[in-house]
């Protein structure tokens, strides 16, 4: 197949950008791939971009002429806020008549905010609200009622355009997820879903050695409950490590600098993140919002590591309490340190068949090999329909 995978970064790099890289990589293998990929800007280039969200044309241009160059059998977009804009979709389909597969690794589509978050708690108004004025109204977006309305106004005109009936295939990253969007006003038709979640590759064997050390790995924000773990901790004596950067990192700095049981190591390289996370007793993820796949779980269960995480969302699904780890109620304190003492209070035995448990999730659900042929079978799908 002769696959062109369109992707727009963000200024920070993120989960979504690692999945792409990983994609492009793997796919490489046996299939001739083009990445068409910008990035947000800052200052003035950037508030040019995101001027032009609605319609891009200069951006619509550039992937015009990749199309009359490389002419693919299918396009997969994977993010297109801010600078490519969704306006692409409409020329892509109406000049070029290709298959085109989106995948929808946040819910921008249905709310400004992109992780129906806001203010410290699960913000769904969007989800029932035709146009989003609830969202537009408080200011969901960076506290900004310009950028707010003008991120809603875009989405909300594309849908009332059809734009987002022209894309072939929907993948979602999980059952949870898709069942958001089918209750969602964005109306998006049930037989275009697919579910297909993310991978991590990881060909090692587990380690037999663990410390007594916890692990978060992450972006340092309000909506991963990284404040909200690290204000409980400080009435335990465990020991956690924390790896990230993002928009609370000298909040985050101060609290470890005052606590000998809060490593804080900030951002390292992904190699190195996964060497502690190997021989940790647990990775922990807070989320106050709505996850897709997170891949601080994914790394976790490759190297046979348990997952202590919020009883929210998706994470209620993939984490099976004494199964793959534990789950707790992230805005209730003293749950939360109840949950750490009954992990160490778990005998050996029992600990090590839930690494076992996790390691043999990761190999049937989130390994390179499992995944990607999930998702050559959507494209081969696909164009078996479209001929």
Not at 28 to 46: D, I
Not at 139 to 145: C, I
Not at 148 to 173: E, M, N, P, S
Not at 276 to 291: D, N
Request: aromatic share 12%.
């Amino acid at each position: 197949m002769r696959i062109l995978i369109i992707h727009n970064q963000y200024q920070h790099t993120g989960g979504e950008d690692v999945v792409v890289e990983q994609e492009v990589k793997h796919l490489s293998e046996t299939h001739e791939v083009e990445l068409y990929q910008v990035k947000n800007q800052k200052g003035t280039k950037g508030y040019f971009q995101y001027f032009l969200y609605p319609f891009n044309w200069t951006e619509t241009k550039g992937v015009s002429q990749v199309l009359d160059r490389f002419k693919p059998d299918l396009v997969h977009i994977h993010n297109l806020h801010y600078a490519i804009g969704p306006g692409m979709l409409r020329y892509i389909k109406k000049k070029h008549s290709v298959p085109v597969v989106m995948t929808l690794h946040n819910f921008r589509l249905l709310c400004p905010s992109a992780t129906l978050f806001f203010q410290g708690h699960l913000f769904l108004n969007s989800l029932s609200e035709d146009f989003p004025w609830t969202a537009v109204k408080r200011k969901v977006l960076e506290h900004s009622f310009l950028k707010t309305f003008w991120t809603a106004a875009t989405y909300w005109l594309h849908k009332k355009l059809g734009t987002f009936q022209q894309v072939d295939r929907y993948i979602l990253l999980s059952a949870y997820s898709s069942n958001l969007f089918k209750k969602s006003t964005l109306a998006l038709p049930e037989d275009k879903m697919r579910i297909k979640p993310n991978f991590v590759e990881w060909n090692e064997q587990p380690s037999s050695q663990h410390t007594e050390d916890f692990v978060y790995a992450g972006r340092l924000s309000e909506e991963k409950g990284i404040l909200p773990l690290l204000h409980a901790w400080k009435a335990t004596n465990f020991r956690i490590k924390v790896f990230g950067t993002g928009p609370l990192l000298e909040e985050v700095k101060e609290i470890a600098k005052h606590n000998p049981h809060i490593t804080f190591y900030g951002h390292q390289d992904r190699s190195v993140v996964q060497a502690h996370i190997a021989t940790c007793s647990a990775v922990i993820v807070p989320s106050l919002c709505y996850e897709t796949m997170p891949l601080s779980v994914l790394e976790a269960f490759a190297q046979g590591i348990p997952v202590l995480a919020s009883q929210i969302g998706i994470l209620a699904e993939i984490i099976v309490p004494l199964h793959t780890g534990l789950l707790f109620d992230p805005h209730n304190h003293p749950q939360l340190i109840k949950t750490l003492v009954e992990w160490k209070s778990l005998p050996q035995e029992k600990l090590m068949a839930i690494r076992q448990n996790c390691r043999k999730e990761y190999l049937e659900k989130y390994s390179k090999h499992q995944v990607m042929e999930q998702l050559e079978n959507i494209y081969l799908e696909l164009l078996s329909t479209s001929k």
